[in-house]
């Protein structure tokens, strides 16, 4: 079992004395970014609202920080940052490599569907 | 100690069990490989609901106005209580890791006392999505489906701090209730073997010669426009469809039908925070498990608190994933 744990976070720029205070340094980041959310969710900045890559900026913002969370989740909560290497790798290798792929081929679908249905090839009138 | 298969004798054997690949003991990397399936599950539903969103893009219910209560408040508070059930969420993951680390100490009480917080936490969160479910069950204004199986809400006109704004009107506001036209039938003074569902509370013509009575109050379709908000119809339009295509009205969602627009929104909310609900209350039983071995001193006399550590895993895994479906459902 891993004792001994990495406990900087932030490649470094951060250092905690202990394993204690490393996790209440993480949920305060995690706090942070819940809030920056939904003060964003609640206000939605028309600055932000440009179209992005096919989304709304605002969006790419909320998943962007979704996947931070994420990672500092399995990083420090679920100690994968004391983990070897390779367990880590596959880890995570596996799941971003087979979801991504599901993501794009379902929402490539889903767009398409969209065009079919807004081209009139199939009426969707009331 | 004896009682306890905490050693094999195959310790330190290359072959025959004795290796510890990648240095995770037996358990820990089956616990691994159970979430790595699990998270392409949820992958897999939350790509089904992005899927079906795409799809309607065009006419996608706003999760802003359909996620606006917080109990005991009335008025309208979209997000704030969803945040803190995330919030709860996360709280809970930290006293898990603090168990997990005082195990690493094998420090009973401490490990004890952070199990208890896991939870409480998970109980707060299981009984705050239970109430979520209910809200959304039970709806808000109620609306009119057409044949076509779309969605039409009401509201009209109102200038809030000199800004007009459109606000929703609930259906019992304005309807006229006309005489019931019919008595429910029921099996003993009818067909005993017929039965029928309950019907809504009221007619489509009844809320027709209401919302005639009311000039103010004005359809709004499901249509998204430009700017991101649902597409008002003008006095005659309104009248018009809802004469030429209104079926029934509906209150609340389920699995049929949903007052906030495209029923496959409230299946996907039902089946993906149904789904991860579960998770938390299999979760909850097994703290509930771990909690009374560590009272009974199952890990003291291990030496090892290794089972913390990994139902700690499953914990935070189901943390991970409420943070994805928080943003995918409420927030994009």
Same mark, same amino acid.
């Given at each position: 079992?891993?004792?001994e744990?990495n406990?900087?976070?932030?490649?470094?720029?951060?250092k905690?004395?202990?394993n204690?205070?490393?996790?209440?340094?993480?949920?305060?980041?995690?706090?942070?970014?819940?809030?920056?959310e939904?003060?964003?969710?609640?206000?939605?900045?028309?600055?932000?609202?440009?179209?992005v890559?096919?989304?709304?900026?605002l969006?790419?913002i909320?998943i962007?920080?979704?996947?931070?969370k994420?990672?500092?989740?399995?990083?420090?909560?679920?100690h994968l940052?004391d983990?070897?290497?390779?367990?880590?790798?596959?880890?995570?290798?596996?799941?971003?490599?087979?979801?991504?792929?599901?993501?794009?081929?379902l929402?490539?679908?889903?767009?398409?569907?969209?065009?079919?249905?807004?081209?009139?090839?199939?009426?969707n009138?009331? | 100690?004896?009682?306890?298969?905490a050693t094999?004798? #195959?310790?330190g054997?290359?072959w025959?069990g004795?290796? +510890?690949?990648?240095?995770?003991?037996?358990?820990?990397?089956m616990? %691994?490989f159970?979430?790595?399936?699990?998270?392409?599950t949820f992958?897999?539903?939350?790509?089904?609901?992005?899927?079906s !969103?795409?799809?309607?893009i065009e006419? %996608?219910?706003i999760a802003? +106005?359909?996620?606006?209560?917080v109990?005991?408040f009335h008025?309208?508070?979209?997000?704030i209580?969803?945040?803190?059930?995330?919030?709860?969420l996360?709280?809970?993951?930290?006293?898990?890791?603090?168990?997990?680390?005082?195990?690493h100490? &094998?420090?009973?009480? #401490?490990?004890? %006392?952070?199990?208890?917080?896991?939870?409480?936490g998970?109980?707060?969160?299981?009984?705050?999505?239970a109430?979520?479910? =209910?809200?959304?069950?039970?709806? +808000?204004? $109620?609306?009119?489906?057409?044949?076509?199986?779309?969605i039409?809400? @009401?509201g009209k006109?109102?200038?809030?701090?000199?800004k007009?704004?459109?606000? !929703?009107?609930?259906?019992?506001?304005?309807? *006229?209730?006309?005489?019931?036209?019919?008595?429910?039938?029921?099996? #003993?003074?009818?067909?005993? @073997?017929?039965?029928?569902?309950?019907?809504?509370?009221?007619?489509? =013509?009844?809320?027709?010669?209401?919302?005639?009575?009311?000039p103010?109050?004005?359809? !709004?379709t499901? *249509?998204?426009t430009? +700017?991101?908000?649902?597409?008002?119809l003008?006095?005659?339009?309104? *009248? #018009?469809?809802?004469?030429d =295509? $209104?079926?029934?009205?509906?209150?609340g969602?389920?699995?049929?039908?949903?007052e906030?627009?495209?029923?496959?929104?409230?299946?996907f909310?039902f089946? *993906?925070?149904?789904f991860?609900g @579960?998770?938390?209350?299999s979760?909850?039983?097994i703290?509930?498990?771990?909690?009374?071995?560590v009272i009974?001193?199952?890990y003291?006399?291990r030496?090892?608190?290794?089972m913390v550590?990994?139902?700690?895993l499953?914990?935070h895994?189901v943390d991970l994933? %409420?943070?994805?479906?928080?943003t995918?459902?409420? &927030?994009v």
């Open positions: 079992m891993a004792h744990h406990l900087a976070i932030f490649q470094g720029l951060l905690f004395k202990s204690t205070q490393k996790i209440w340094g993480v949920l305060i980041f995690l706090s942070i970014i819940t809030a920056v939904v003060v964003l969710g609640i206000y939605k900045p028309e600055i932000l609202m440009i179209q890559l096919g989304m709304k900026g969006n790419w909320f962007i920080l979704t996947i931070v994420a990672y500092y989740i399995a990083w420090d909560f679920m940052r983990e070897k290497p390779a367990l880590r790798r596959v880890i995570v290798w596996t799941g971003v490599f087979l979801i991504s792929y599901l993501m794009f081929i929402l490539q679908e889903g767009g398409y569907i969209e065009s079919v249905f807004r081209n009139g090839f199939v009426t009138s009331f | 100690m004896d009682t306890t298969v094999t004798g #195959k310790e054997k290359l025959g004795g290796n +510890e690949p990648l240095r995770a003991s037996y358990g820990k990397m616990m %691994w159970f979430i790595v399936s699990d998270a392409l992958s897999g539903f939350l790509a089904a609901y992005g899927f !969103r795409f799809k309607f006419s %996608w219910p802003d +106005e359909v996620f606006t209560h109990p005991f008025g309208s508070y979209p997000m209580y969803v945040a803190f059930m995330t919030f709860i996360i709280m809970s993951s930290v006293t898990m890791v603090l168990a997990v680390d005082a195990g100490h &094998l420090n009973k009480s #401490k490990v004890t %006392w952070y199990m208890f917080l896991t939870i409480i998970g109980i707060i969160f299981v009984g705050s999505q109430w979520e479910w =209910n809200t959304f069950i039970k709806g +808000e204004f $109620g609306a009119v489906q057409t044949k076509g199986g779309n039409l809400q @009401f006109y109102t200038t809030v701090d000199g007009e704004t459109f606000q !929703r009107v609930a259906v019992a506001d304005f309807t *006229i209730a006309a005489k019931t036209e019919r008595v429910d039938h029921e099996s #003993k003074n009818g067909l005993w @073997f017929v039965t029928e569902s309950t019907r809504p509370e009221y007619s489509v =013509n009844e809320v027709l010669e209401g919302l005639k009575a009311n103010e109050v004005l359809v !709004r499901q *249509i998204l430009e +700017e991101g908000h649902k597409t008002v003008s006095r005659e339009e309104s *009248i #018009k469809q809802i004469a =295509n $209104g079926k029934q009205v509906v209150h969602a389920n699995l049929k039908v949903n906030y627009g495209a029923p496959i929104f409230a299946d909310f089946f *993906i925070t149904g991860h @579960f998770h938390v209350f979760g909850i039983v703290n509930i498990i771990v909690f009374f071995n009974l001193g199952t003291e006399k030496r090892s608190y290794e550590e990994k139902v700690g499953y914990w895994f994933v %409420w943070v994805f479906v928080f995918f459902f409420y &927030l």
